[in-house]
């Protein structure tokens, strides 16, 4: 695993490197760990030809917890950028799943150069936030350091003990995060500005946003917008099948054959 030391936070970037080629680079959901939401997509044959790049975000996953970090979308991306350019690997086909697919749409327009193509997994495009950053926000980020974040990740793992994987994963992820970070990432989300959906639709790199076939069927959120909509602004939709919102580890054939359609594979 590589570091970057970052001197204006006092802390340390890390993130996993692999392979030759055209590089991907994957960005997680809210404060998870790039290992556990992307490793197996990642070792995929059908990406052999390619260098993986997977970033912890600062707060989780290996990196550092930084004193003073703001937790923005301008903030994430400015150290994504950081990484890119101590790697020098060029503009990268970016991957992003959930928070990771705005900050990665965040990069993109703070950095054209370095992104070749953007991949958004249901991403937030819109203020409001998915139904978790919500919840963690909802009482205010006091409450939630004092008392709230310990009793949400002892509700996910209630859940998970009685068989919702899901809720077990974000449990797993957020144990070993920053709790400061949990709630400042969902913030980013929920406060996410207007406009955001006419900046990445403005953006010329290729555009495809993909769906797990449950965000697909529900009604339209800030992270599941109407795929119409999009391809109207000249984003391409994808759905997966027979997954939810985790839609790479509930479907990873499925999440390939989307990311082969995207990179003509």
């Excluded at 991403?123 to 963690?136: A, C, D, H, T, Y």
């Excluded at 350091?145 to 209630?158: D, M, P």
């Excluded at 790199?205 to 697909?216: I, M, R």
């Amino acid at each position: 695993m590589s570091a970057l030391y970052l001197d204006a936070h006092r802390a340390s970037v890390r993130w996993y490197s692999a392979g030759s080629g055209q590089p991907v680079l994957f960005l997680p959901g809210l404060s998870m760990s790039v290992a556990a939401s992307f490793f197996g997509i990642a070792a995929d044959a059908a990406l052999a030809g390619r260098q993986k790049i997977l970033v912890d975000y600062l707060g989780s996953g290996q990196s550092d917890w930084p004193q003073g970090f703001d937790y923005s979308l301008k903030a994430h991306a400015r150290v994504i950028a950081a990484v890119l350019d101590r790697i020098a690997c060029g503009p990268v086909d970016l991957v992003g799943h959930s928070m990771g697919g705005t900050v990665g749409i965040q990069l993109a327009l703070d950095f054209p150069h370095l992104v070749r193509r953007l991949v958004v997994a249901e991403g937030n495009l819109v203020p409001g936030g998915g139904v978790m950053s919500g919840r963690i926000c909802q009482d205010g980020e006091a409450a939630f350091l004092e008392e709230g974040c310990a009793r949400l990740i002892a509700r996910l793992r209630q859940k998970g003990q009685a068989g919702a994987a899901g809720a077990d994963r974000l449990a797993s992820g957020w144990q070993v995060a920053d709790p400061k970070g949990i709630f400042g990432n969902a913030q980013a989300l929920v406060a996410l500005e207007d406009g955001f959906l006419d900046r990445f639709s403005a953006l010329t790199c290729p555009k495809h946003f993909v769906y797990g076939q449950e965000g697909a069927e529900a009604p339209p959120t800030p992270d599941t917008p109407d795929p119409a909509m999009l391809e109207a602004r000249g984003i391409v939709p994808h759905v997966v099948p027979g997954a939810g919102h985790a839609m790479m580890l509930d479907n990873p054939a499925g999440f390939i054959d989307v990311l082969k359609a995207a990179f003509d594979l």
